[in-house]
């Protein structure tokens, strides 16, 4: 536990000084303060910044968990040659890159939004919403980089795969659902409706900001029945366990794929 | 020149007149008391025993009475809100006669029937009437008044229990009445805060209906009236007016009017009125237009609905002018690909031009209607992709060359900022 | 103090070691020789755990080292690509796997012994630098203080001089020596064979994934008759190649 401790620690401290780690708080910081600027207003401001959110943050976080993970791999062997458990080594690499993304999106678009007075405005549970699934994405988009990573050695493809299963899970996917509603107009389509979002994150996460933005149109006809699955205790903890799965199953595949390597 | 001022003298001579019978009313007038230490111990009592123009003093106590006929012009005053209560049983006050005042009487529990209206007060066929600062309590209808005129209802507080659309009533219930005063009311509980049908030349202002198990307020064939300064918030079905013309509502709100198919304020077949000035604030649809023609919507702020405005394809030669449109989920839906309504000089939140020559309007048009709103309504599910980018693509491919969405219904001049009035 | 006992293991279809066996004394300097892909770096991984063997098994210090981790306190390891975490410093890195092996009492005075092998190595310059920006030869010089500063009883270098300037090239050789005199057991590999020559008290040279000849440098040179060691691998092979073409 101590050594995971120090692992994560060194490896948090590496990529926050990275300037990629940099760069990515410098964009969100920009660009919060850009749409906040444009917008005026903080609730238009919040709904930019989810379009952006889910966007940027699983794509940034894929592309950083595949370069990490193939850059660090000389400096992976150093670390298993040391009296370290194995899975130690990774955990605390994993945590170190997740911890420190999230660490820059957070503090690039708190920045902006408490200059504007988020604490004083009626948004600031709508903000710590889009923050808090904002942290969860680049866990989970991390984790499934380096589950990728570790199936691939071929660094080309491993990258190639991850944008793609990116490309997938932000755009594809919502594409096909739109599909399904179409083909399958006739029948009642809620129930698949609330299964097919709660599989992908980047749709889980943006249902569960929508129930506190726009929570007046999903009130609207057959969206009441997204709002009884989603915006309950009971949807909430089922929204939070799934998301949480995403972050979690990658980990323990990827962990358990680790300890049967030849490195 | 002559003829104006004898006209004039002889209004004067009708005024004084008219003031002296009711001075001489006045002095005629007694005072009875009603109370448990008094000799008259009720209302009934008080009412046989007083003449016409007495005003009946109640004390503050418990009454336990109903079917109190009032056939008399009478002043029926309460001390510190007296209960007249009763006891789920049937209907409170009658009035029967003109110019009757019911003021500071607290009246409750008239029970449900499935045979009669019951009412807290019923006015049936007066003039004159004044109900005032009375506090209803579980009294079915409330405040329910037929074929009168001339009536003042003010200040009244009306608090139902209602459950269910079918055993419940309206907490301020007008029929074929013609230039009343509703205002200062607070109703909720009920299954219409307001409702009026046949009622013409009237004010309604400075009410507040929250909290009925349908609509806020519910008009029907009540032309010429004037609506304002009320507040409509928290109504499962918000506001519904129909088949009148001649409206004027100004500077209403409507809010927090969330249900499956809960309206701001649903239009239907209304004909030349005027909304200005009022608040759509947090509501499923801000405001729901059928079958309307020449309406002016002018200076209305649509905030944080889910469709902002939903405007059918039967709806004429309506101007939304000058209206602020921010951050609703979607602004404008209609069913129809051809619009014959106007929008100009609007603010929307959602507009992404620019304004080169800096005069405050935008200078590429303003499509309020997105691809994403076809898709939902025909599709109502789908509403679950609302701002995914795969959808947002889709709405940018639709707004670059548009197929779908009707090509009339645009914002020429797109305001650059919030309209200020 | 190292004890292989029939190691197997194939990367897919590619059998890289097939049956190997060593036995490794305390105090010895040994140099694991062969040709390339031959399995030298394979069988340093499956001692260091790196490589999970097929098969046989493997003790360190009597230990077997299977599913165990401990035992790496007692090695020192030198691997052959220097790649570090580009954004720490250089005293990070050493602070850092200082840290990472604290709670074991061989290297109570690691800090001592590193800011040794530092001056030894003149990196006291580089010491706040980001590792990003050394050269090659700074980042072996890195490397090497990183195996030696814990005073292990076991090393293993891979490719150590790989590199490395004449001065620091010498200071490691001393130093190497110095430890064997403290009863240390050094395991390297090198395609320098004068280096071997000059340090190495036995050579196990592989190849095709089996160990075709181990004993002392000396030996195979009087043996194949040869003045340099060089030259008697050279003939070993030849000898191994007739075998086979006939």
Redesign the interface.
């Known amino acids: 536990m101590q050594s995971l401790i120090k692992i994560f620690k060194y490896s948090f401290y590496d990529v926050l000084r990275s300037r990629w780690t940099v760069l990515y708080f410098l964009f969100f910081l920009v660009s919060t303060f850009a749409l906040l600027y444009f917008s005026g207003n903080m609730s238009k401001g919040i709904v930019s910044l989810m379009n952006v959110t889910l966007t940027i943050t699983p794509l940034i976080s894929t592309i950083f968990g595949v370069m990490h993970y193939y850059n660090s791999r000389e400096f992976m062997e150093l670390l298993l040659s040391q009296p370290i458990k194995r899975s130690n080594i990774f955990i605390g690499q994993y945590l170190g890159l997740a911890i420190s993304l999230s660490f820059s999106f957070v503090a690039g678009t708190f920045i902006p939004f408490l200059s504007y007075g988020i604490f004083v405005s009626q948004e600031v549970w709508d903000f710590s919403l889009l923050i808090f699934t904002g942290a969860i994405l680049s866990f989970i988009f991390v984790a499934l980089a380096f589950l990728i990573s570790i199936l691939n050695e071929n660094r080309i493809k491993g990258f190639g795969i991850a944008i793609l299963v990116w490309l997938c899970m932000a755009v594809i996917y919502d594409g096909l659902i739109l599909m399904f509603f179409v083909s399958f107009n006739d029948y009642p389509l809620e129930k698949a409706a609330v299964i097919m979002t709660t599989l992908n994150p980047i749709d889980l996460s943006r249902v569960m900001i929508l129930l506190k933005l726009d929570i007046s149109a999903l009130m609207g006809y057959t969206a009441a029945v997204f709002n009884q699955s989603f915006g309950t205790t009971s949807g909430m903890i089922i929204s939070l366990l799934s998301l949480s799965m995403w972050a979690i199953l990658p980990i323990v595949l990827f962990n358990s794929f680790a300890k049967r390597r030849d490195f | 020149m002559q003829t104006p001022i004898r006209n004039n003298i002889v209004l004067f001579v009708c005024v004084i007149l008219c003031f002296l019978t009711t001075f001489l009313n006045f002095l005629n007038a007694n005072q009875i008391k009603v109370g448990s230490q008094c000799s008259i111990s009720s209302v009934k009592q008080a009412i046989i025993a007083a003449k016409k123009w007495d005003t009946i003093i109640i004390q503050n106590g418990n009454y336990k009475e109903r079917n109190i006929v009032v056939n008399k012009p009478l002043t029926i005053i309460g001390e510190n809100f007296p209960v007249i209560d009763g006891e789920n049983n049937g209907q409170i006050f009658l009035i029967k006669a003109d110019s009757v005042t019911i003021k500071g009487l607290q009246i409750q529990n008239v029970g449900t029937s499935y045979v009669e209206d019951r009412a807290g007060i019923r006015v049936s066929i007066a003039k004159n009437c004044l109900i005032e600062n009375n506090k209803l309590f579980n009294t079915f209808f409330g405040i329910y008044l037929a074929k009168s005129e001339n009536c003042i209802i003010r200040g009244n507080e009306v608090t139902g229990i209602a459950k269910n659309e079918t055993e419940a009533g309206n907490a301020i219930h007008l029929w074929y009445c013609k230039k009343m005063l509703v205002e200062n009311n607070h109703v909720t509980g009920h299954r219409d805060g307001i409702y009026f049908e046949f009622v013409t030349e009237s004010k309604i202002f400075n009410n507040i209906s929250t909290k009925q198990i349908r609509y806020g307020m519910h008009f029907m064939f009540s032309h010429s009236n004037e609506y304002f300064h009320n507040r409509f918030t928290d109504n499962d079905a918000g506001v519904a007016v129909m088949y009148s013309s001649h409206i004027y509502m100004h500077e209403n709100i409507f809010a927090d009017n969330w249900s499956t198919v809960s309206n701001g304020i649903l239009l239907k077949e209304i004909s030349d009125s005027r909304i200005e000035e009022n608040i759509f604030e947090h509501n499923t649809i801000g405001v729901y237009a059928e079958g309307c023609a020449r309406l002016e919507i002018k200076h209305n702020n649509f905030t944080k609905n889910g469709w902002a405005v939903k405007i059918m394809g039967d709806c004429e030669d309506n101007r939304f002018d000058e209206n602020n449109f921010t951050a609703n989920t979607f602004d404008v839906v209609t069913n129809s690909s051809l619009s014959h309504n106007l929008f100009e000089k609007n603010f929307w939140s959602e507009y992404t031009g620019y304004d080169l020559d800096k005069n405050g309007v935008g200078d590429v048009p303003f499509r309020p209607v997105k691809l994403f709103t076809y898709i939902v309504e025909n599709i109502p599910p789908a509403i679950i992709l609302l701002r995914s980018l795969f959808i947002d693509l889709l709405n940018l491919a639709e707004k670059v060359t548009p197929v779908i969405t009707p090509e009339t219904l645009t914002d020429n001049m797109p305001m650059m900022k919030e309209i200020k009035w | 103090m190292v004890e292989v006992k029939n190691i197997e293991k194939s990367?897919g279809k590619l059998t890289v070691l097939k049956g190997v066996n060593v036995h490794i004394l305390k105090g010895k300097v040994i140099a694991i020789l062969g040709p390339n892909g031959s399995g030298k770096t394979t069988l340093i991984?499956c001692i260091?755990?790196?490589?999970?063997p097929d098969k046989g098994d493997i003790l360190v210090g009597g230990e077997n080292i299977k599913n165990n981790?401990?035992?790496?306190?007692n090695?020192g390891?030198l691997?052959q690509?220097?790649?570090?975490?580009?954004?720490?410093s250089v005293s990070?890195l050493f602070r850092?796997?200082r840290?990472?092996?604290k709670?074991?009492n061989t290297c109570s005075n690691s800090e001592k012994c590193c800011s040794e092998l530092v001056s030894l190595f003149q990196v006291q310059t580089f010491l706040n630098k980001?590792l990003r920006s050394l050269s090659g030869g700074t980042r072996q010089k890195v490397n090497v203080i990183?195996a030696l500063m814990f005073n292990s009883d076991l090393y293993?270098f891979d490719e150590p001089t790989v590199g490395l300037d004449p001065i620091s090239c010498v200071r490691y050789k001393e130093t190497i020596l110095k430890e064997k005199q403290k009863g240390k057991t050094i395991l390297l590999t090198t395609h320098i064979l004068s280096e071997v020559e000059e340090m190495a008290d036995e050579i196990i040279f592989l190849m095709e994934g089996q160990i075709y000849y181990q004993g002392s440098p000396k030996e195979l040179m009087a043996n194949k008759k040869a003045h340099t060691l060089e030259k008697a691998i050279a003939k070993m092979l030849e000898e191994h190649e007739q075998i086979h073409t006939c």
């Open positions: 990367f991984k260091l755990g790196l490589v999970l981790w401990t035992y790496r306190n090695i390891y691997p690509i220097a790649r570090f975490p580009e954004n720490l990070e850092m796997i840290d990472l092996r709670n074991q980001p990183l293993i």
